[in-house]
């Protein structure tokens, strides 16, 4: 399993690690990679949602990515995503950020989950893709968002219209085998 990071701020350089980005009238996009353990993000999305729901079957999608990066990580390497540093983009504008995958492997096997991480605030699910047929997107999530795959660069595109301040924040994308959703 693997995943990327990229975080939304301002033109300057990027803050430290932990740190928020000062507030400002208008934060641009800026795009940032940490750098985590296997699962790390599944385990985290699937333990809040069990955490905050009385109704486990709701947290059914995320115990499936879970399983599947368990599965990936103990059956052979990890293929790995990689993403810009950062990206710059003004209000109104479109953003378009990749998680490429590592040669070795193939976007069109696999779904590709992402998240968005607001200064201050948890880890939120925006929408998951693995084809037109196959893909989820949350309730809370804006029309805005969408994805598609760009088989030529094995990689998987988060596109995001009308750019607006309130997309400011980090960007993970999560690498599963492909799953239904109900």
């Known amino acids: 399993m693997a995943r990327g990071g990229r975080s939304v701020g301002r033109p ?5 690690p932990g740190q928020a980005l000062p507030a400002g009238p208008r934060q641009q996009p800026v795009l940032q990679q940490p750098s985590y353990g296997p699962c790390h ?3 985290k999305q699937f333990l809040e949602c069990a955490t905050n729901q009385r109704d486990l079957t709701l947290c059914e999608g995320f115990n499936e990515a879970l399983k599947q990066c368990k599965y990936s990580n103990a059956s052979r390497a990890n293929p790995v995503l990689t993403q810009p540093t950062f990206m710059l983009v003004l209000p109104g504008q479109t953003a378009r950020l990749s998680c490429t995958l590592s040669p070795q492997y193939n976007v069109s ?3 590709i989950s992402w998240f968005q991480q607001r200064p201050g605030q948890d880890l939120t699910y925006l ?6 047929r196959e893909k989820h997107k ?8 969408s994805a598609t795959k760009d088989i030529a660069s094995n990689a998987c595109i988060l596109t995001i219209t009308s750019i607006c301040d309130e997309d400011n924040g980090n960007y993970y994308c999560s690498l599963s085998r492909a799953f239904n959703w109900f």
């Open 12 to 16: 300057a350089a990027a803050p430290a």
């Open 41 to 43: 993000y599944e385990m």
């Open 109 to 111: 096997d696999f779904g």
């Open 127 to 132: 929408l998951y893709y693995n084809s037109e």
């Open 138 to 145: 949350a309730a809370k999530t804006p029309d805005r968002f």
